[in-house]
Every structure is written in structure tokens, then in C-alpha cells.
DNA sequence: GTTCTAGAAC
DNA sequence: GTTCTAGAAC
């Protein structure tokens, strides 16, 4: 285990922001490694899926504009699971769902998708894994507490060690990642995500995806809008709660910059066109 | 979060 | 003419 820990480490390492305290990492890998792994991880086949079967590949079909609106409608009905359908995990894990929100509306999508078994990758007394429906990059997961956090606006100090155990979670899947040795990954929540319930985001930084497609989605992943998830968590453990900035949401609306080599694109197809030569295909 | 589309940009 | 984005609607 240790061993495994220490690996996680020395991957990590290579892909740390410059940015983040090295003393504090220190004292965080420290406190890692003294810890016991709750749960046997129980990684499942299917995590080695191909990580591009997803749906935003997909068009939904046009329709004449006179029935548009309400064939829409239909549709997004179809997508809120029956309330009969056997639940895929005990009760007690099931308190993602106690919500005042509809679990209909499209900002409580996560609390479907993380108790789909379908959706998971892995799972353990505190955590879920699952993959993003519209991943961004080559490989895009969600850790997802099954303790319902609506958001991190809501976290205080007694939620560091959970957070601790969703950053160590999040290092078994990069571990266990084909692709683990040719590509950097990163792990941090949005600043201000627009779906309910917290999450971890661990992502490659190939942003090599179809459902890559604007802006926002951009600079949501490769400005200060992501924040590392070890300065959360030293946040949390420094002032007990995590504050954003003044202006972040500006953050999204800013000129297309490649992460690696910081040269500025003047649209997404040219920016995407630019990663091809930092991320070839295999 | 996504989809769709009007109209800006080219 | 086509490409692309931004914002409304969901």
C-alpha cells in the first residue's frame, strides 16, 4: 500500500502547479501515507472503456420549429430516471438525493449520474468515481462524496479529511490510467460549478475531446476558475472555509491561451488545431 | 451542464 | 457565401 502511495506521489509531483506550497504538500503526503486505506478498491473492468464513449458526439435531431419547444420538453422528461427503478446503492448512500431541488432540473444531473452503476468506476464507503458524461480531455472523471455538499461554498473544516480522501482517490485512477506515463493530469473543483453537489474533477491536460466546444469550457479548466484541489483543501484547513475571488467568473471570458506553451488562439477550431501539435495521437 | 440558432466575423 | 460565437432556453 505504502508503496503504491509513494507511487502516486512521484506521479503527482510531475504534474503539481508551481504555484501550490511544497511545504504543504509535504505535510499532506505525509498524512497520506500514515493513513489507511478504508475500503478495498474495487477498480472495475470497465474502467479501462474507452474514455471517448460518450454523448457529445451525438446531434439530437432538428426538428420544425412549430413542435420544437415541445418535443424538447419530452425529451428532457424521458431523461429523469422512473422513480420506481431499484436503487443502485444502499440508503445510506442515497442522502445525495435529499434535496429541496428538483432532481429533474439539469443542475442536479450529478445525483443521477453518481448512483448509476453504469456511470461508476469506483466506489467505497465515502466516494464515488464516475466518468464525466461530456469528458473535456482524453480521460475525465468526477469524485463525487456520497455525503450531499451542494457546493464548496458549503465546506467547512471537519470536511478536509474527506476531501483528503477524494484527492487520494483521485490519485488510484490517474495510477491506474493506460496512459498514465505520456500524460499530465490535474485534479481541482470549478470556483463556481453549475452543477449541484460537490466534485472533484481529474482530468488529463490533452483537452483533446469533442465535447470541448466553447469558451467557457476552455477557461474553465486552464484559468484560476479551476482551483488545484490541494489549495482547497489548504484553504479549508487555513481559514475553515473556501472563498473565491472577486471577478473569477470574468475568468471565462478570456482570450484562448494554450495551457502548455501560452500562445494565444483567436477561436476554439484554431486552438484545437494548435493541441494536436502538443498532444499527437498515438 | 447542454443544445440551438441569430447574427457577427470572416 | 461559410464559420464561429454568445446568449437564450432548457
Known amino acids: 500500500m505504502i508503496k503504491c502511495l509513494f507511487a502516486g506521489l512521484l506521479a503527482r509531483r510531475a504534474t503539481i502547479n508551481p504555484s501550490t506550497c511544497p511545504?504543504?504538500?509535504?505535510?499532506?503526503?505525509?498524512?497520506?501515507?500514515k493513513r489507511q486505506l478504508k475500503t478495498k478498491n474495487v477498480l472495475e473492468s470497465k474502467f479501462k472503456e474507452d474514455p471517448t464513449g460518450n454523448q457529445c458526439g451525438t446531434k439530437r435531431p432538428r426538428e420544425s420549429p412549430s413542435e420544437n419547444r415541445e418535443s424538447q420538453r419530452e425529451a428532457?422528461?424521458?431523461?429523469?430516471?422512473?422513480?420506481?427503478?431499484?436503487?443502485?446503492?444502499?440508503?445510506?448512500?442515497?442522502?445525495?438525493?435529499?434535496?429541496?431541488?428538483?432532481?429533474?432540473?439539469w443542475s442536479q444531473g450529478l445525483k443521477t449520474s453518481m448512483q448509476d452503476p453504469?456511470?461508476?468506476?469506483?466506489?467505497?464507503?465515502?466516494?464515488?468515481?464516475?466518468?464525466?458524461?461530456?469528458?473535456?480531455?482524453?480521460?475525465?472523471?468526477?469524485?463525487?462524496?456520497?455525503?450531499?455538499?451542494p457546493s464548496l461554498k458549503a465546506?467547512?473544516?471537519?470536511?478536509?479529511?474527506?476531501?483528503?480522501?477524494?484527492?487520494?482517490?483521485?490519485d488510484q485512477i490517474v495510477q491506474q490510467c493506460p496512459d498514465v506515463g505520456s500524460l499530465r493530469f490535474r485534479t481541482g473543483y470549478h470556483a463556481i460549478p453549475s452543477m449541484s453537489h460537490?466534485?472533484?474533477?481529474?482530468?488529463?491536460?490533452?483537452?483533446?475531446?469533442?465535447?470541448?466546444?466553447?469558451?467557457?469550457?476552455?477557461?474553465?479548466?486552464?484559468?484560476?476558475?479551476?482551483?488545484?484541489?490541494?489549495?482547497?483543501?489548504?484553504?479549508?484547513?487555513?481559514n475553515g472555509r473556501v472563498t473565491v475571488k472577486e471577478g473569477t467568473s470574468e475568468l471565462l471570458k478570456l482570450p484562448l491561451r494554450c495551457h502548455v506553451c501560452r500562445k494565444e488562439l483567436p477561436t476554439i477550431p484554431a486552438l484545437k488545431e494548435h493541441l494536436k501539435s502538443h498532444f499527437p495521437k498515438k
Open 155 to 170: 465546506l467547512c473544516k471537519e470536511h478536509c479529511d474527506l476531501l483528503k480522501h477524494m484527492q487520494q482517490v483521485a
Open 198 to 238: 460537490v466534485h472533484l474533477h481529474v482530468i488529463s491536460q490533452d483537452f483533446d475531446s469533442p465535447c470541448l466546444k466553447n469558451k467557457k469550457h476552455w477557461n474553465s479548466f486552464t484559468t484560476d476558475y479551476f482551483i488545484d484541489s490541494y489549495d482547497v483543501i489548504q484553504m479549508l484547513e487555513t
Open 23 to 33: 511545504t504543504y504538500r509535504q505535510l499532506f503526503w505525509a498524512e497520506v501515507q
Open 118 to 149: 453504469k456511470m461508476q468506476v469506483y466506489k467505497d464507503d465515502t466516494v464515488v468515481v464516475i466518468k464525466d458524461k461530456y469528458p473535456k480531455a482524453r480521460y475525465h472523471w468526477l469524485v463525487l462524496p456520497w455525503q450531499s455538499i
Open 76 to 105: 428532457q422528461n424521458m431523461k429523469v430516471p422512473k422513480q420506481t427503478e431499484k436503487p443502485s446503492v444502499p440508503d445510506s448512500h442515497r442522502e445525495a438525493t435529499k434535496t429541496t431541488e428538483s432532481v429533474g432540473h
